[in-house]
């Protein structure tokens, strides 16, 4: 009887400084096996400058929510809580009524 596939998460690059992405997974026995699956689907027609390659057990999840949404309110810590885009077209609209 054969020994189920690891699964490996494949993450790639796009173009040269691009941030990784997870792009998929693979099924694999081996880590070697799993780097020629992942070149053959996601990096055959170029479309990846690099790939990584890493089992799915490798990765820890963190799903606690009080650590994930604290229930302090910071917001005014963000950058989403500065809206000049909308002021200055609110602005903009007040100047163009009054000529």
Same mark, same amino acid.
């Given at each position: $009887? ?14 040269? !400084? ?5 792009? !998929? /997974? ?12 992942? +070149?053959?689907?996601? !990096?055959? +027609?170029?479309? /990846? ?7 799915? /057990?490798?990765? #820890?999840?963190?799903?606690? #929510? ?8 910071? /917001?005014?810590?963000?950058?989403? !809580?500065?809206? $000049? +885009? ?7 609209? #007040? ?5």
């Amino acid at each position: $009887m054969a020994a189920e596939p690891t699964v490996y998460e494949v993450f790639r690059r796009e173009k040269p !400084g691009a941030p990784m992405t997870h792009a !998929g /997974s693979v099924g694999a026995p081996s880590p070697d096996l799993a780097l020629i699956y992942a +070149r053959e689907i996601f !990096g055959r +027609r170029g479309e /990846s400058d690099a790939l990584w390659i890493a089992p799915r /057990s490798a990765f #820890q999840l963190l799903d606690d #929510q009080d650590i994930l949404r604290p229930v302090l309110d910071r /917001s005014h810590r963000t950058v989403e !809580g500065y809206r $000049m +885009r909308d002021k200055r077209e609110q602005l903009l609209s #007040q100047l163009e009524t009054k000529r």
